[in-house]
């Protein structure tokens, strides 16, 4: 999801530099309660391997051009499951910034709109798994229906800000509202998709649970809340 440059600009980007403001606000705090469970050294760990995975996401894993973004297979509950809700912020953020400043610089102007469109979604699952999660399940058990909620949650968040944006910037045309309903109609085979990958890395995680990768993954995943 790189929306187009172009879809916003000139003044209506100083709404972009606040949305992307708060959520860098937020994702201070959500640091902090991840550094009073895990060392430094373990959330510096996780944020960079969030953040070269989000790279991967989008510059290596297939995306095409759909109406008035991009389609990517970002993962973003995947990096939460495994990584914790911190370090995916980061890697989002830090993902999204290298791709634009050495592989797609042209989408560096849109950046503040793209990353807020990324952080505010992962910051609803984040809730989300809170609530529906019961505290005594590891992620590793997590059943099917658990994962298909923070799935859609997540990418669900992704359409809804873009849409907005895209409204926000161009307005109600007949145009643009077609370019957003293709972009919706085309994330719908993210929604399907993602859940299945979840749950194979989670099974993936489950089995290495013996092993030393435990110490690089969040706590989260292997133990109750």
Known sequence: ????????DGAKMVFAYGTAAAAAGYSVKLIAGDLAHHNLLSFALRAVLATIGVFVFFELMPHFAVGVSEVHFILGTTLFLLLGAAPAAVGLAGGLLVQGMFFAPSDMPMYFVNVTTLLVPLFAVDALARNIIPHDRAYVDLAYADVLKL??????????????WAIYGQGFGAENMASIATFGAAYMLVIIIEPVADLAVLA????????GIRGVLTNRLYHAA
Request: proline share 3%; hydrophobic share 55%; net charge positive.
């Open 204 to 211: 993936g995680a489950k089995a290495l649970r013996s092993s």
């Open 151 to 164: 799935s859609a949650a997540y990418q669900g968040g992704v359409v809804a800000w873009v849409a907005f």
């Open 1 to 8: 999801m790189h929306i187009e440059p172009g879809v916003v």
